[in-house]
């Protein structure tokens, strides 16, 4: 693959967003032909499009919005390939804080108090990420560190899960470890959207910074690059869109790992030229998937986290193997 | 004529002192060696010199200017630094690593022609125009340096303080590195400070040589008399001899100190 031009690639990924949107709109155990979508108002299958796969839609896009673009930017941050909201521990540390919520018996008192609780503990995440990986650390520590928060948050959840006080809160627990987009609401979007959008803009702020970052910690500091800053923008642009994408879906992994990396030759590699392709391509992942497992025959929807972790175990692999085959 | 000082400067890391008491002023038009042996405290020399590292104590001034009250764009602009062991994380072409050299001029609007005609010039300076479009990672050890180079040259720094850039270069490369780091002194009015560790290097490229040892300066003066056998001998244990080579003067060295 070679580098295409920003133009083209923008344009083609959006291109492909709008198809998918509107095969999202369409698809599902009820499909909806092009009858229905012409004869506006009357036909009764607008309501499953308006109701159900409208926020489900829109969510999806967001959601991928949020993924890709923390993934693009905690890879720039890392200077690894490796990195993304999942195996560092943020979408753990998220959905730790939406699970407390659940738990101490909150999270249903007031709409609000769940996706604060997720968000909250995204925040805290990549905070604790930042702070214990240190200022001039190695890469490896950093990335250590995120698999030890990953694996505190997971056992956080686990604990939570193991002492629930009832059936019904194992069951809301588990569906944020899963992750899934279906029954989604107005409500969900509503929420979630804002928060993605300011997340995401903070994020982007950070390009110019992440491509200096390519000459390393010292390279980038020498180039006039505030570094303090830089971590602490991170900081809040990853765990909001994080915190927000976790509070509505639950974990959904491997997007934010497996976007940019696709994306990266097209774009020359430079980390800050891949922050927005990487967005809207993930984007295109989730929703894809997200129709997949709507299509998937199955007496069970499968979970969409779920669907996500199949294909990207191995895709992880593959990567991994490569990666050695070129060190080798 | 401007002034890049600093003044009793102490580092500590962990057990070592690594600068003790250190004080020096270099000035602009000039290239300045700083050689010794290794563990000598150079690379922290030069780090504190760009801003990056605060001495424990001491002072570090660019024309009587704190280094560390200034912005980091501000004196990014000013000193541009080449680090020792530099690091370019993705496979970006060539012209993109130069390109990131302009970085401290960049505003919000990307790259603008100016900046396009500093990295135009930066390449051909370095010599590295003919493989622009290459990435990074299939570049060979020596083009890789080039290119850094490149890097280091598009801010057009007034100051360009360099970690051990001729490591790396076969000698034609170096004489090259040499000669350039010498045009940017006498026709720029470039400050440039070079760590090496090829004493014949220092004899040839610089006005001035400082030797550093344990810490502390050894000397600090013209490379004949900053590079003698009794000053070699303490900074470096070794026994040497100066002659007069037909490239001019040049360093024999004997053997370790007896």
């Known amino acids: ?328 | 004529m401007t002034q890049l000082a600093i003044s009793n400067a102490f580092v500590r890391l962990g057990e070592k002192q690594v600068l003790n008491n250190v004080s020096a002023a270099f000035e602009t038009g000039q290239v300045t060696a700083v050689v010794g042996p290794n563990g000598a405290g150079k690379s922290t020399l030069l780090t504190c010199l760009t801003g990056l590292r605060k001495p424990d104590q001491g002072q570090a001034t660019l024309n009587g200017e704190n280094l560390f009250k200034m912005s980091a764009r501000q004196r990014a602009r000013s000193i541009g630094y080449l680090p020792q062991i530099p690091e370019v994380a993705w496979a970006i072409d060539v012209r993109t690593l130069v390109g990131l050299g302009r970085t401290p001029y960049i505003g919000a609007r990307g790259l603008s022609t100016a900046d396009d005609t500093a990295v135009g010039a930066a390449m051909a300076r370095a010599n590295v125009t003919a493989f622009a479009g290459r990435s990074v990672t299939t570049l060979s050890g020596g083009e890789r340096a080039r290119a850094l180079l490149a890097r280091a040259l598009a801010g057009e720094p007034q100051w360009l303080l360099a970690d051990e850039p001729l490591a790396g270069l076969d000698p034609g490369h170096q004489l090259d590195a040499g000669d350039l780091f010498r045009r940017m002194a006498r026709e720029q009015d470039c400050g440039v400070i070079v760590t090496l560790h090829d004493l014949h290097m220092a004899l040839r490229i610089a006005d001035r040589v400082v030797v550093l040892a344990e810490g502390r300066i050894f000397a600090d003066d013209t490379p004949v008399k900053a590079l003698s056998p009794d000053i070699l001998a303490r900074a470096y244990g070794i026994q040497s001899r100066l002659q007069e080579g037909e490239g001019g003067p040049m360093i024999e060295i004997v053997g370790r100190r007896a």
């Open chain 1, 1 to 328: 693959m070679s580098v295409v031009s920003r133009p083209l690639l923008i344009g083609t990924l959006t291109v492909l967003l709008v198809v998918l949107s509107i095969a999202s709109l369409s698809a599902g155990k009820i499909w909806i032909p092009w009858s229905a979508w012409l004869d506006v108002g009357n036909d009764p299958r607008w309501a499953i499009i308006l109701e159900l796969r409208l926020p489900r839609t829109i969510l999806g896009i967001f959601v991928g919005i949020a993924l890709g673009v923390s993934g693009a930017a905690l890879q720039g941050y890392t200077r690894n390939p490796l990195a993304d909201p999942g195996i560092l521990g943020v979408s753990s540390m998220a959905a730790f804080g939406a699970v407390m919520t659940l738990y101490i018996g909150m999270g249903t008192s007031a709409a609000w108090v769940l996706p604060v609780g997720a968000m909250a503990g995204g925040i805290a995440g990549i905070g604790l990420l930042l702070m214990l990986s240190g200022s001039a650390s190695s890469v490896l520590t950093f990335v250590l560190a995120g698999m030890i928060l990953n694996l505190l948050a997971t056992s956080g959840v686990s604990l939570a899960l193991n002492l629930a006080p009832t059936p019904w809160a194992v069951n809301e627990i588990i569906n944020w470890i899963l992750g899934s987009l279906s029954d989604r609401s107005v409500q969900d979007v509503r929420f979630a959207v804002p928060f993605i959008v300011i997340g995401a803009a903070v994020i982007l702020t950070t390009g110019r910074a992440l491509d200096a970052l390519t000459l390393g910690d010292a390279g980038a500091r020498s180039l006039g690059i505030n570094m303090e800053r830089t971590r602490l923008l991170l900081a809040v642009g990853v765990g909001i869109a994080t915190g927000a994408s976790v509070a509505v879906t639950g974990i959904i992994g491997f997007v934010g790992l497996v976007t940019p990396h696709l994306i990266r030759p097209l774009v020359g590699a430079r980390p800050g030229a891949l922050l927005v392709p990487s967005a809207l391509a993930g984007a295109v992942v989730t929703l894809a998937g997200d129709i997949a497992v709507r299509l998937i025959p199955s007496s069970v929807e499968l979970k969409l986290g779920v669907a996500m972790s199949v294909i990207g175990g191995p895709f992880f692999l593959a990567m991994l193997i490569s990666l050695r085959r070129r060190t080798a």
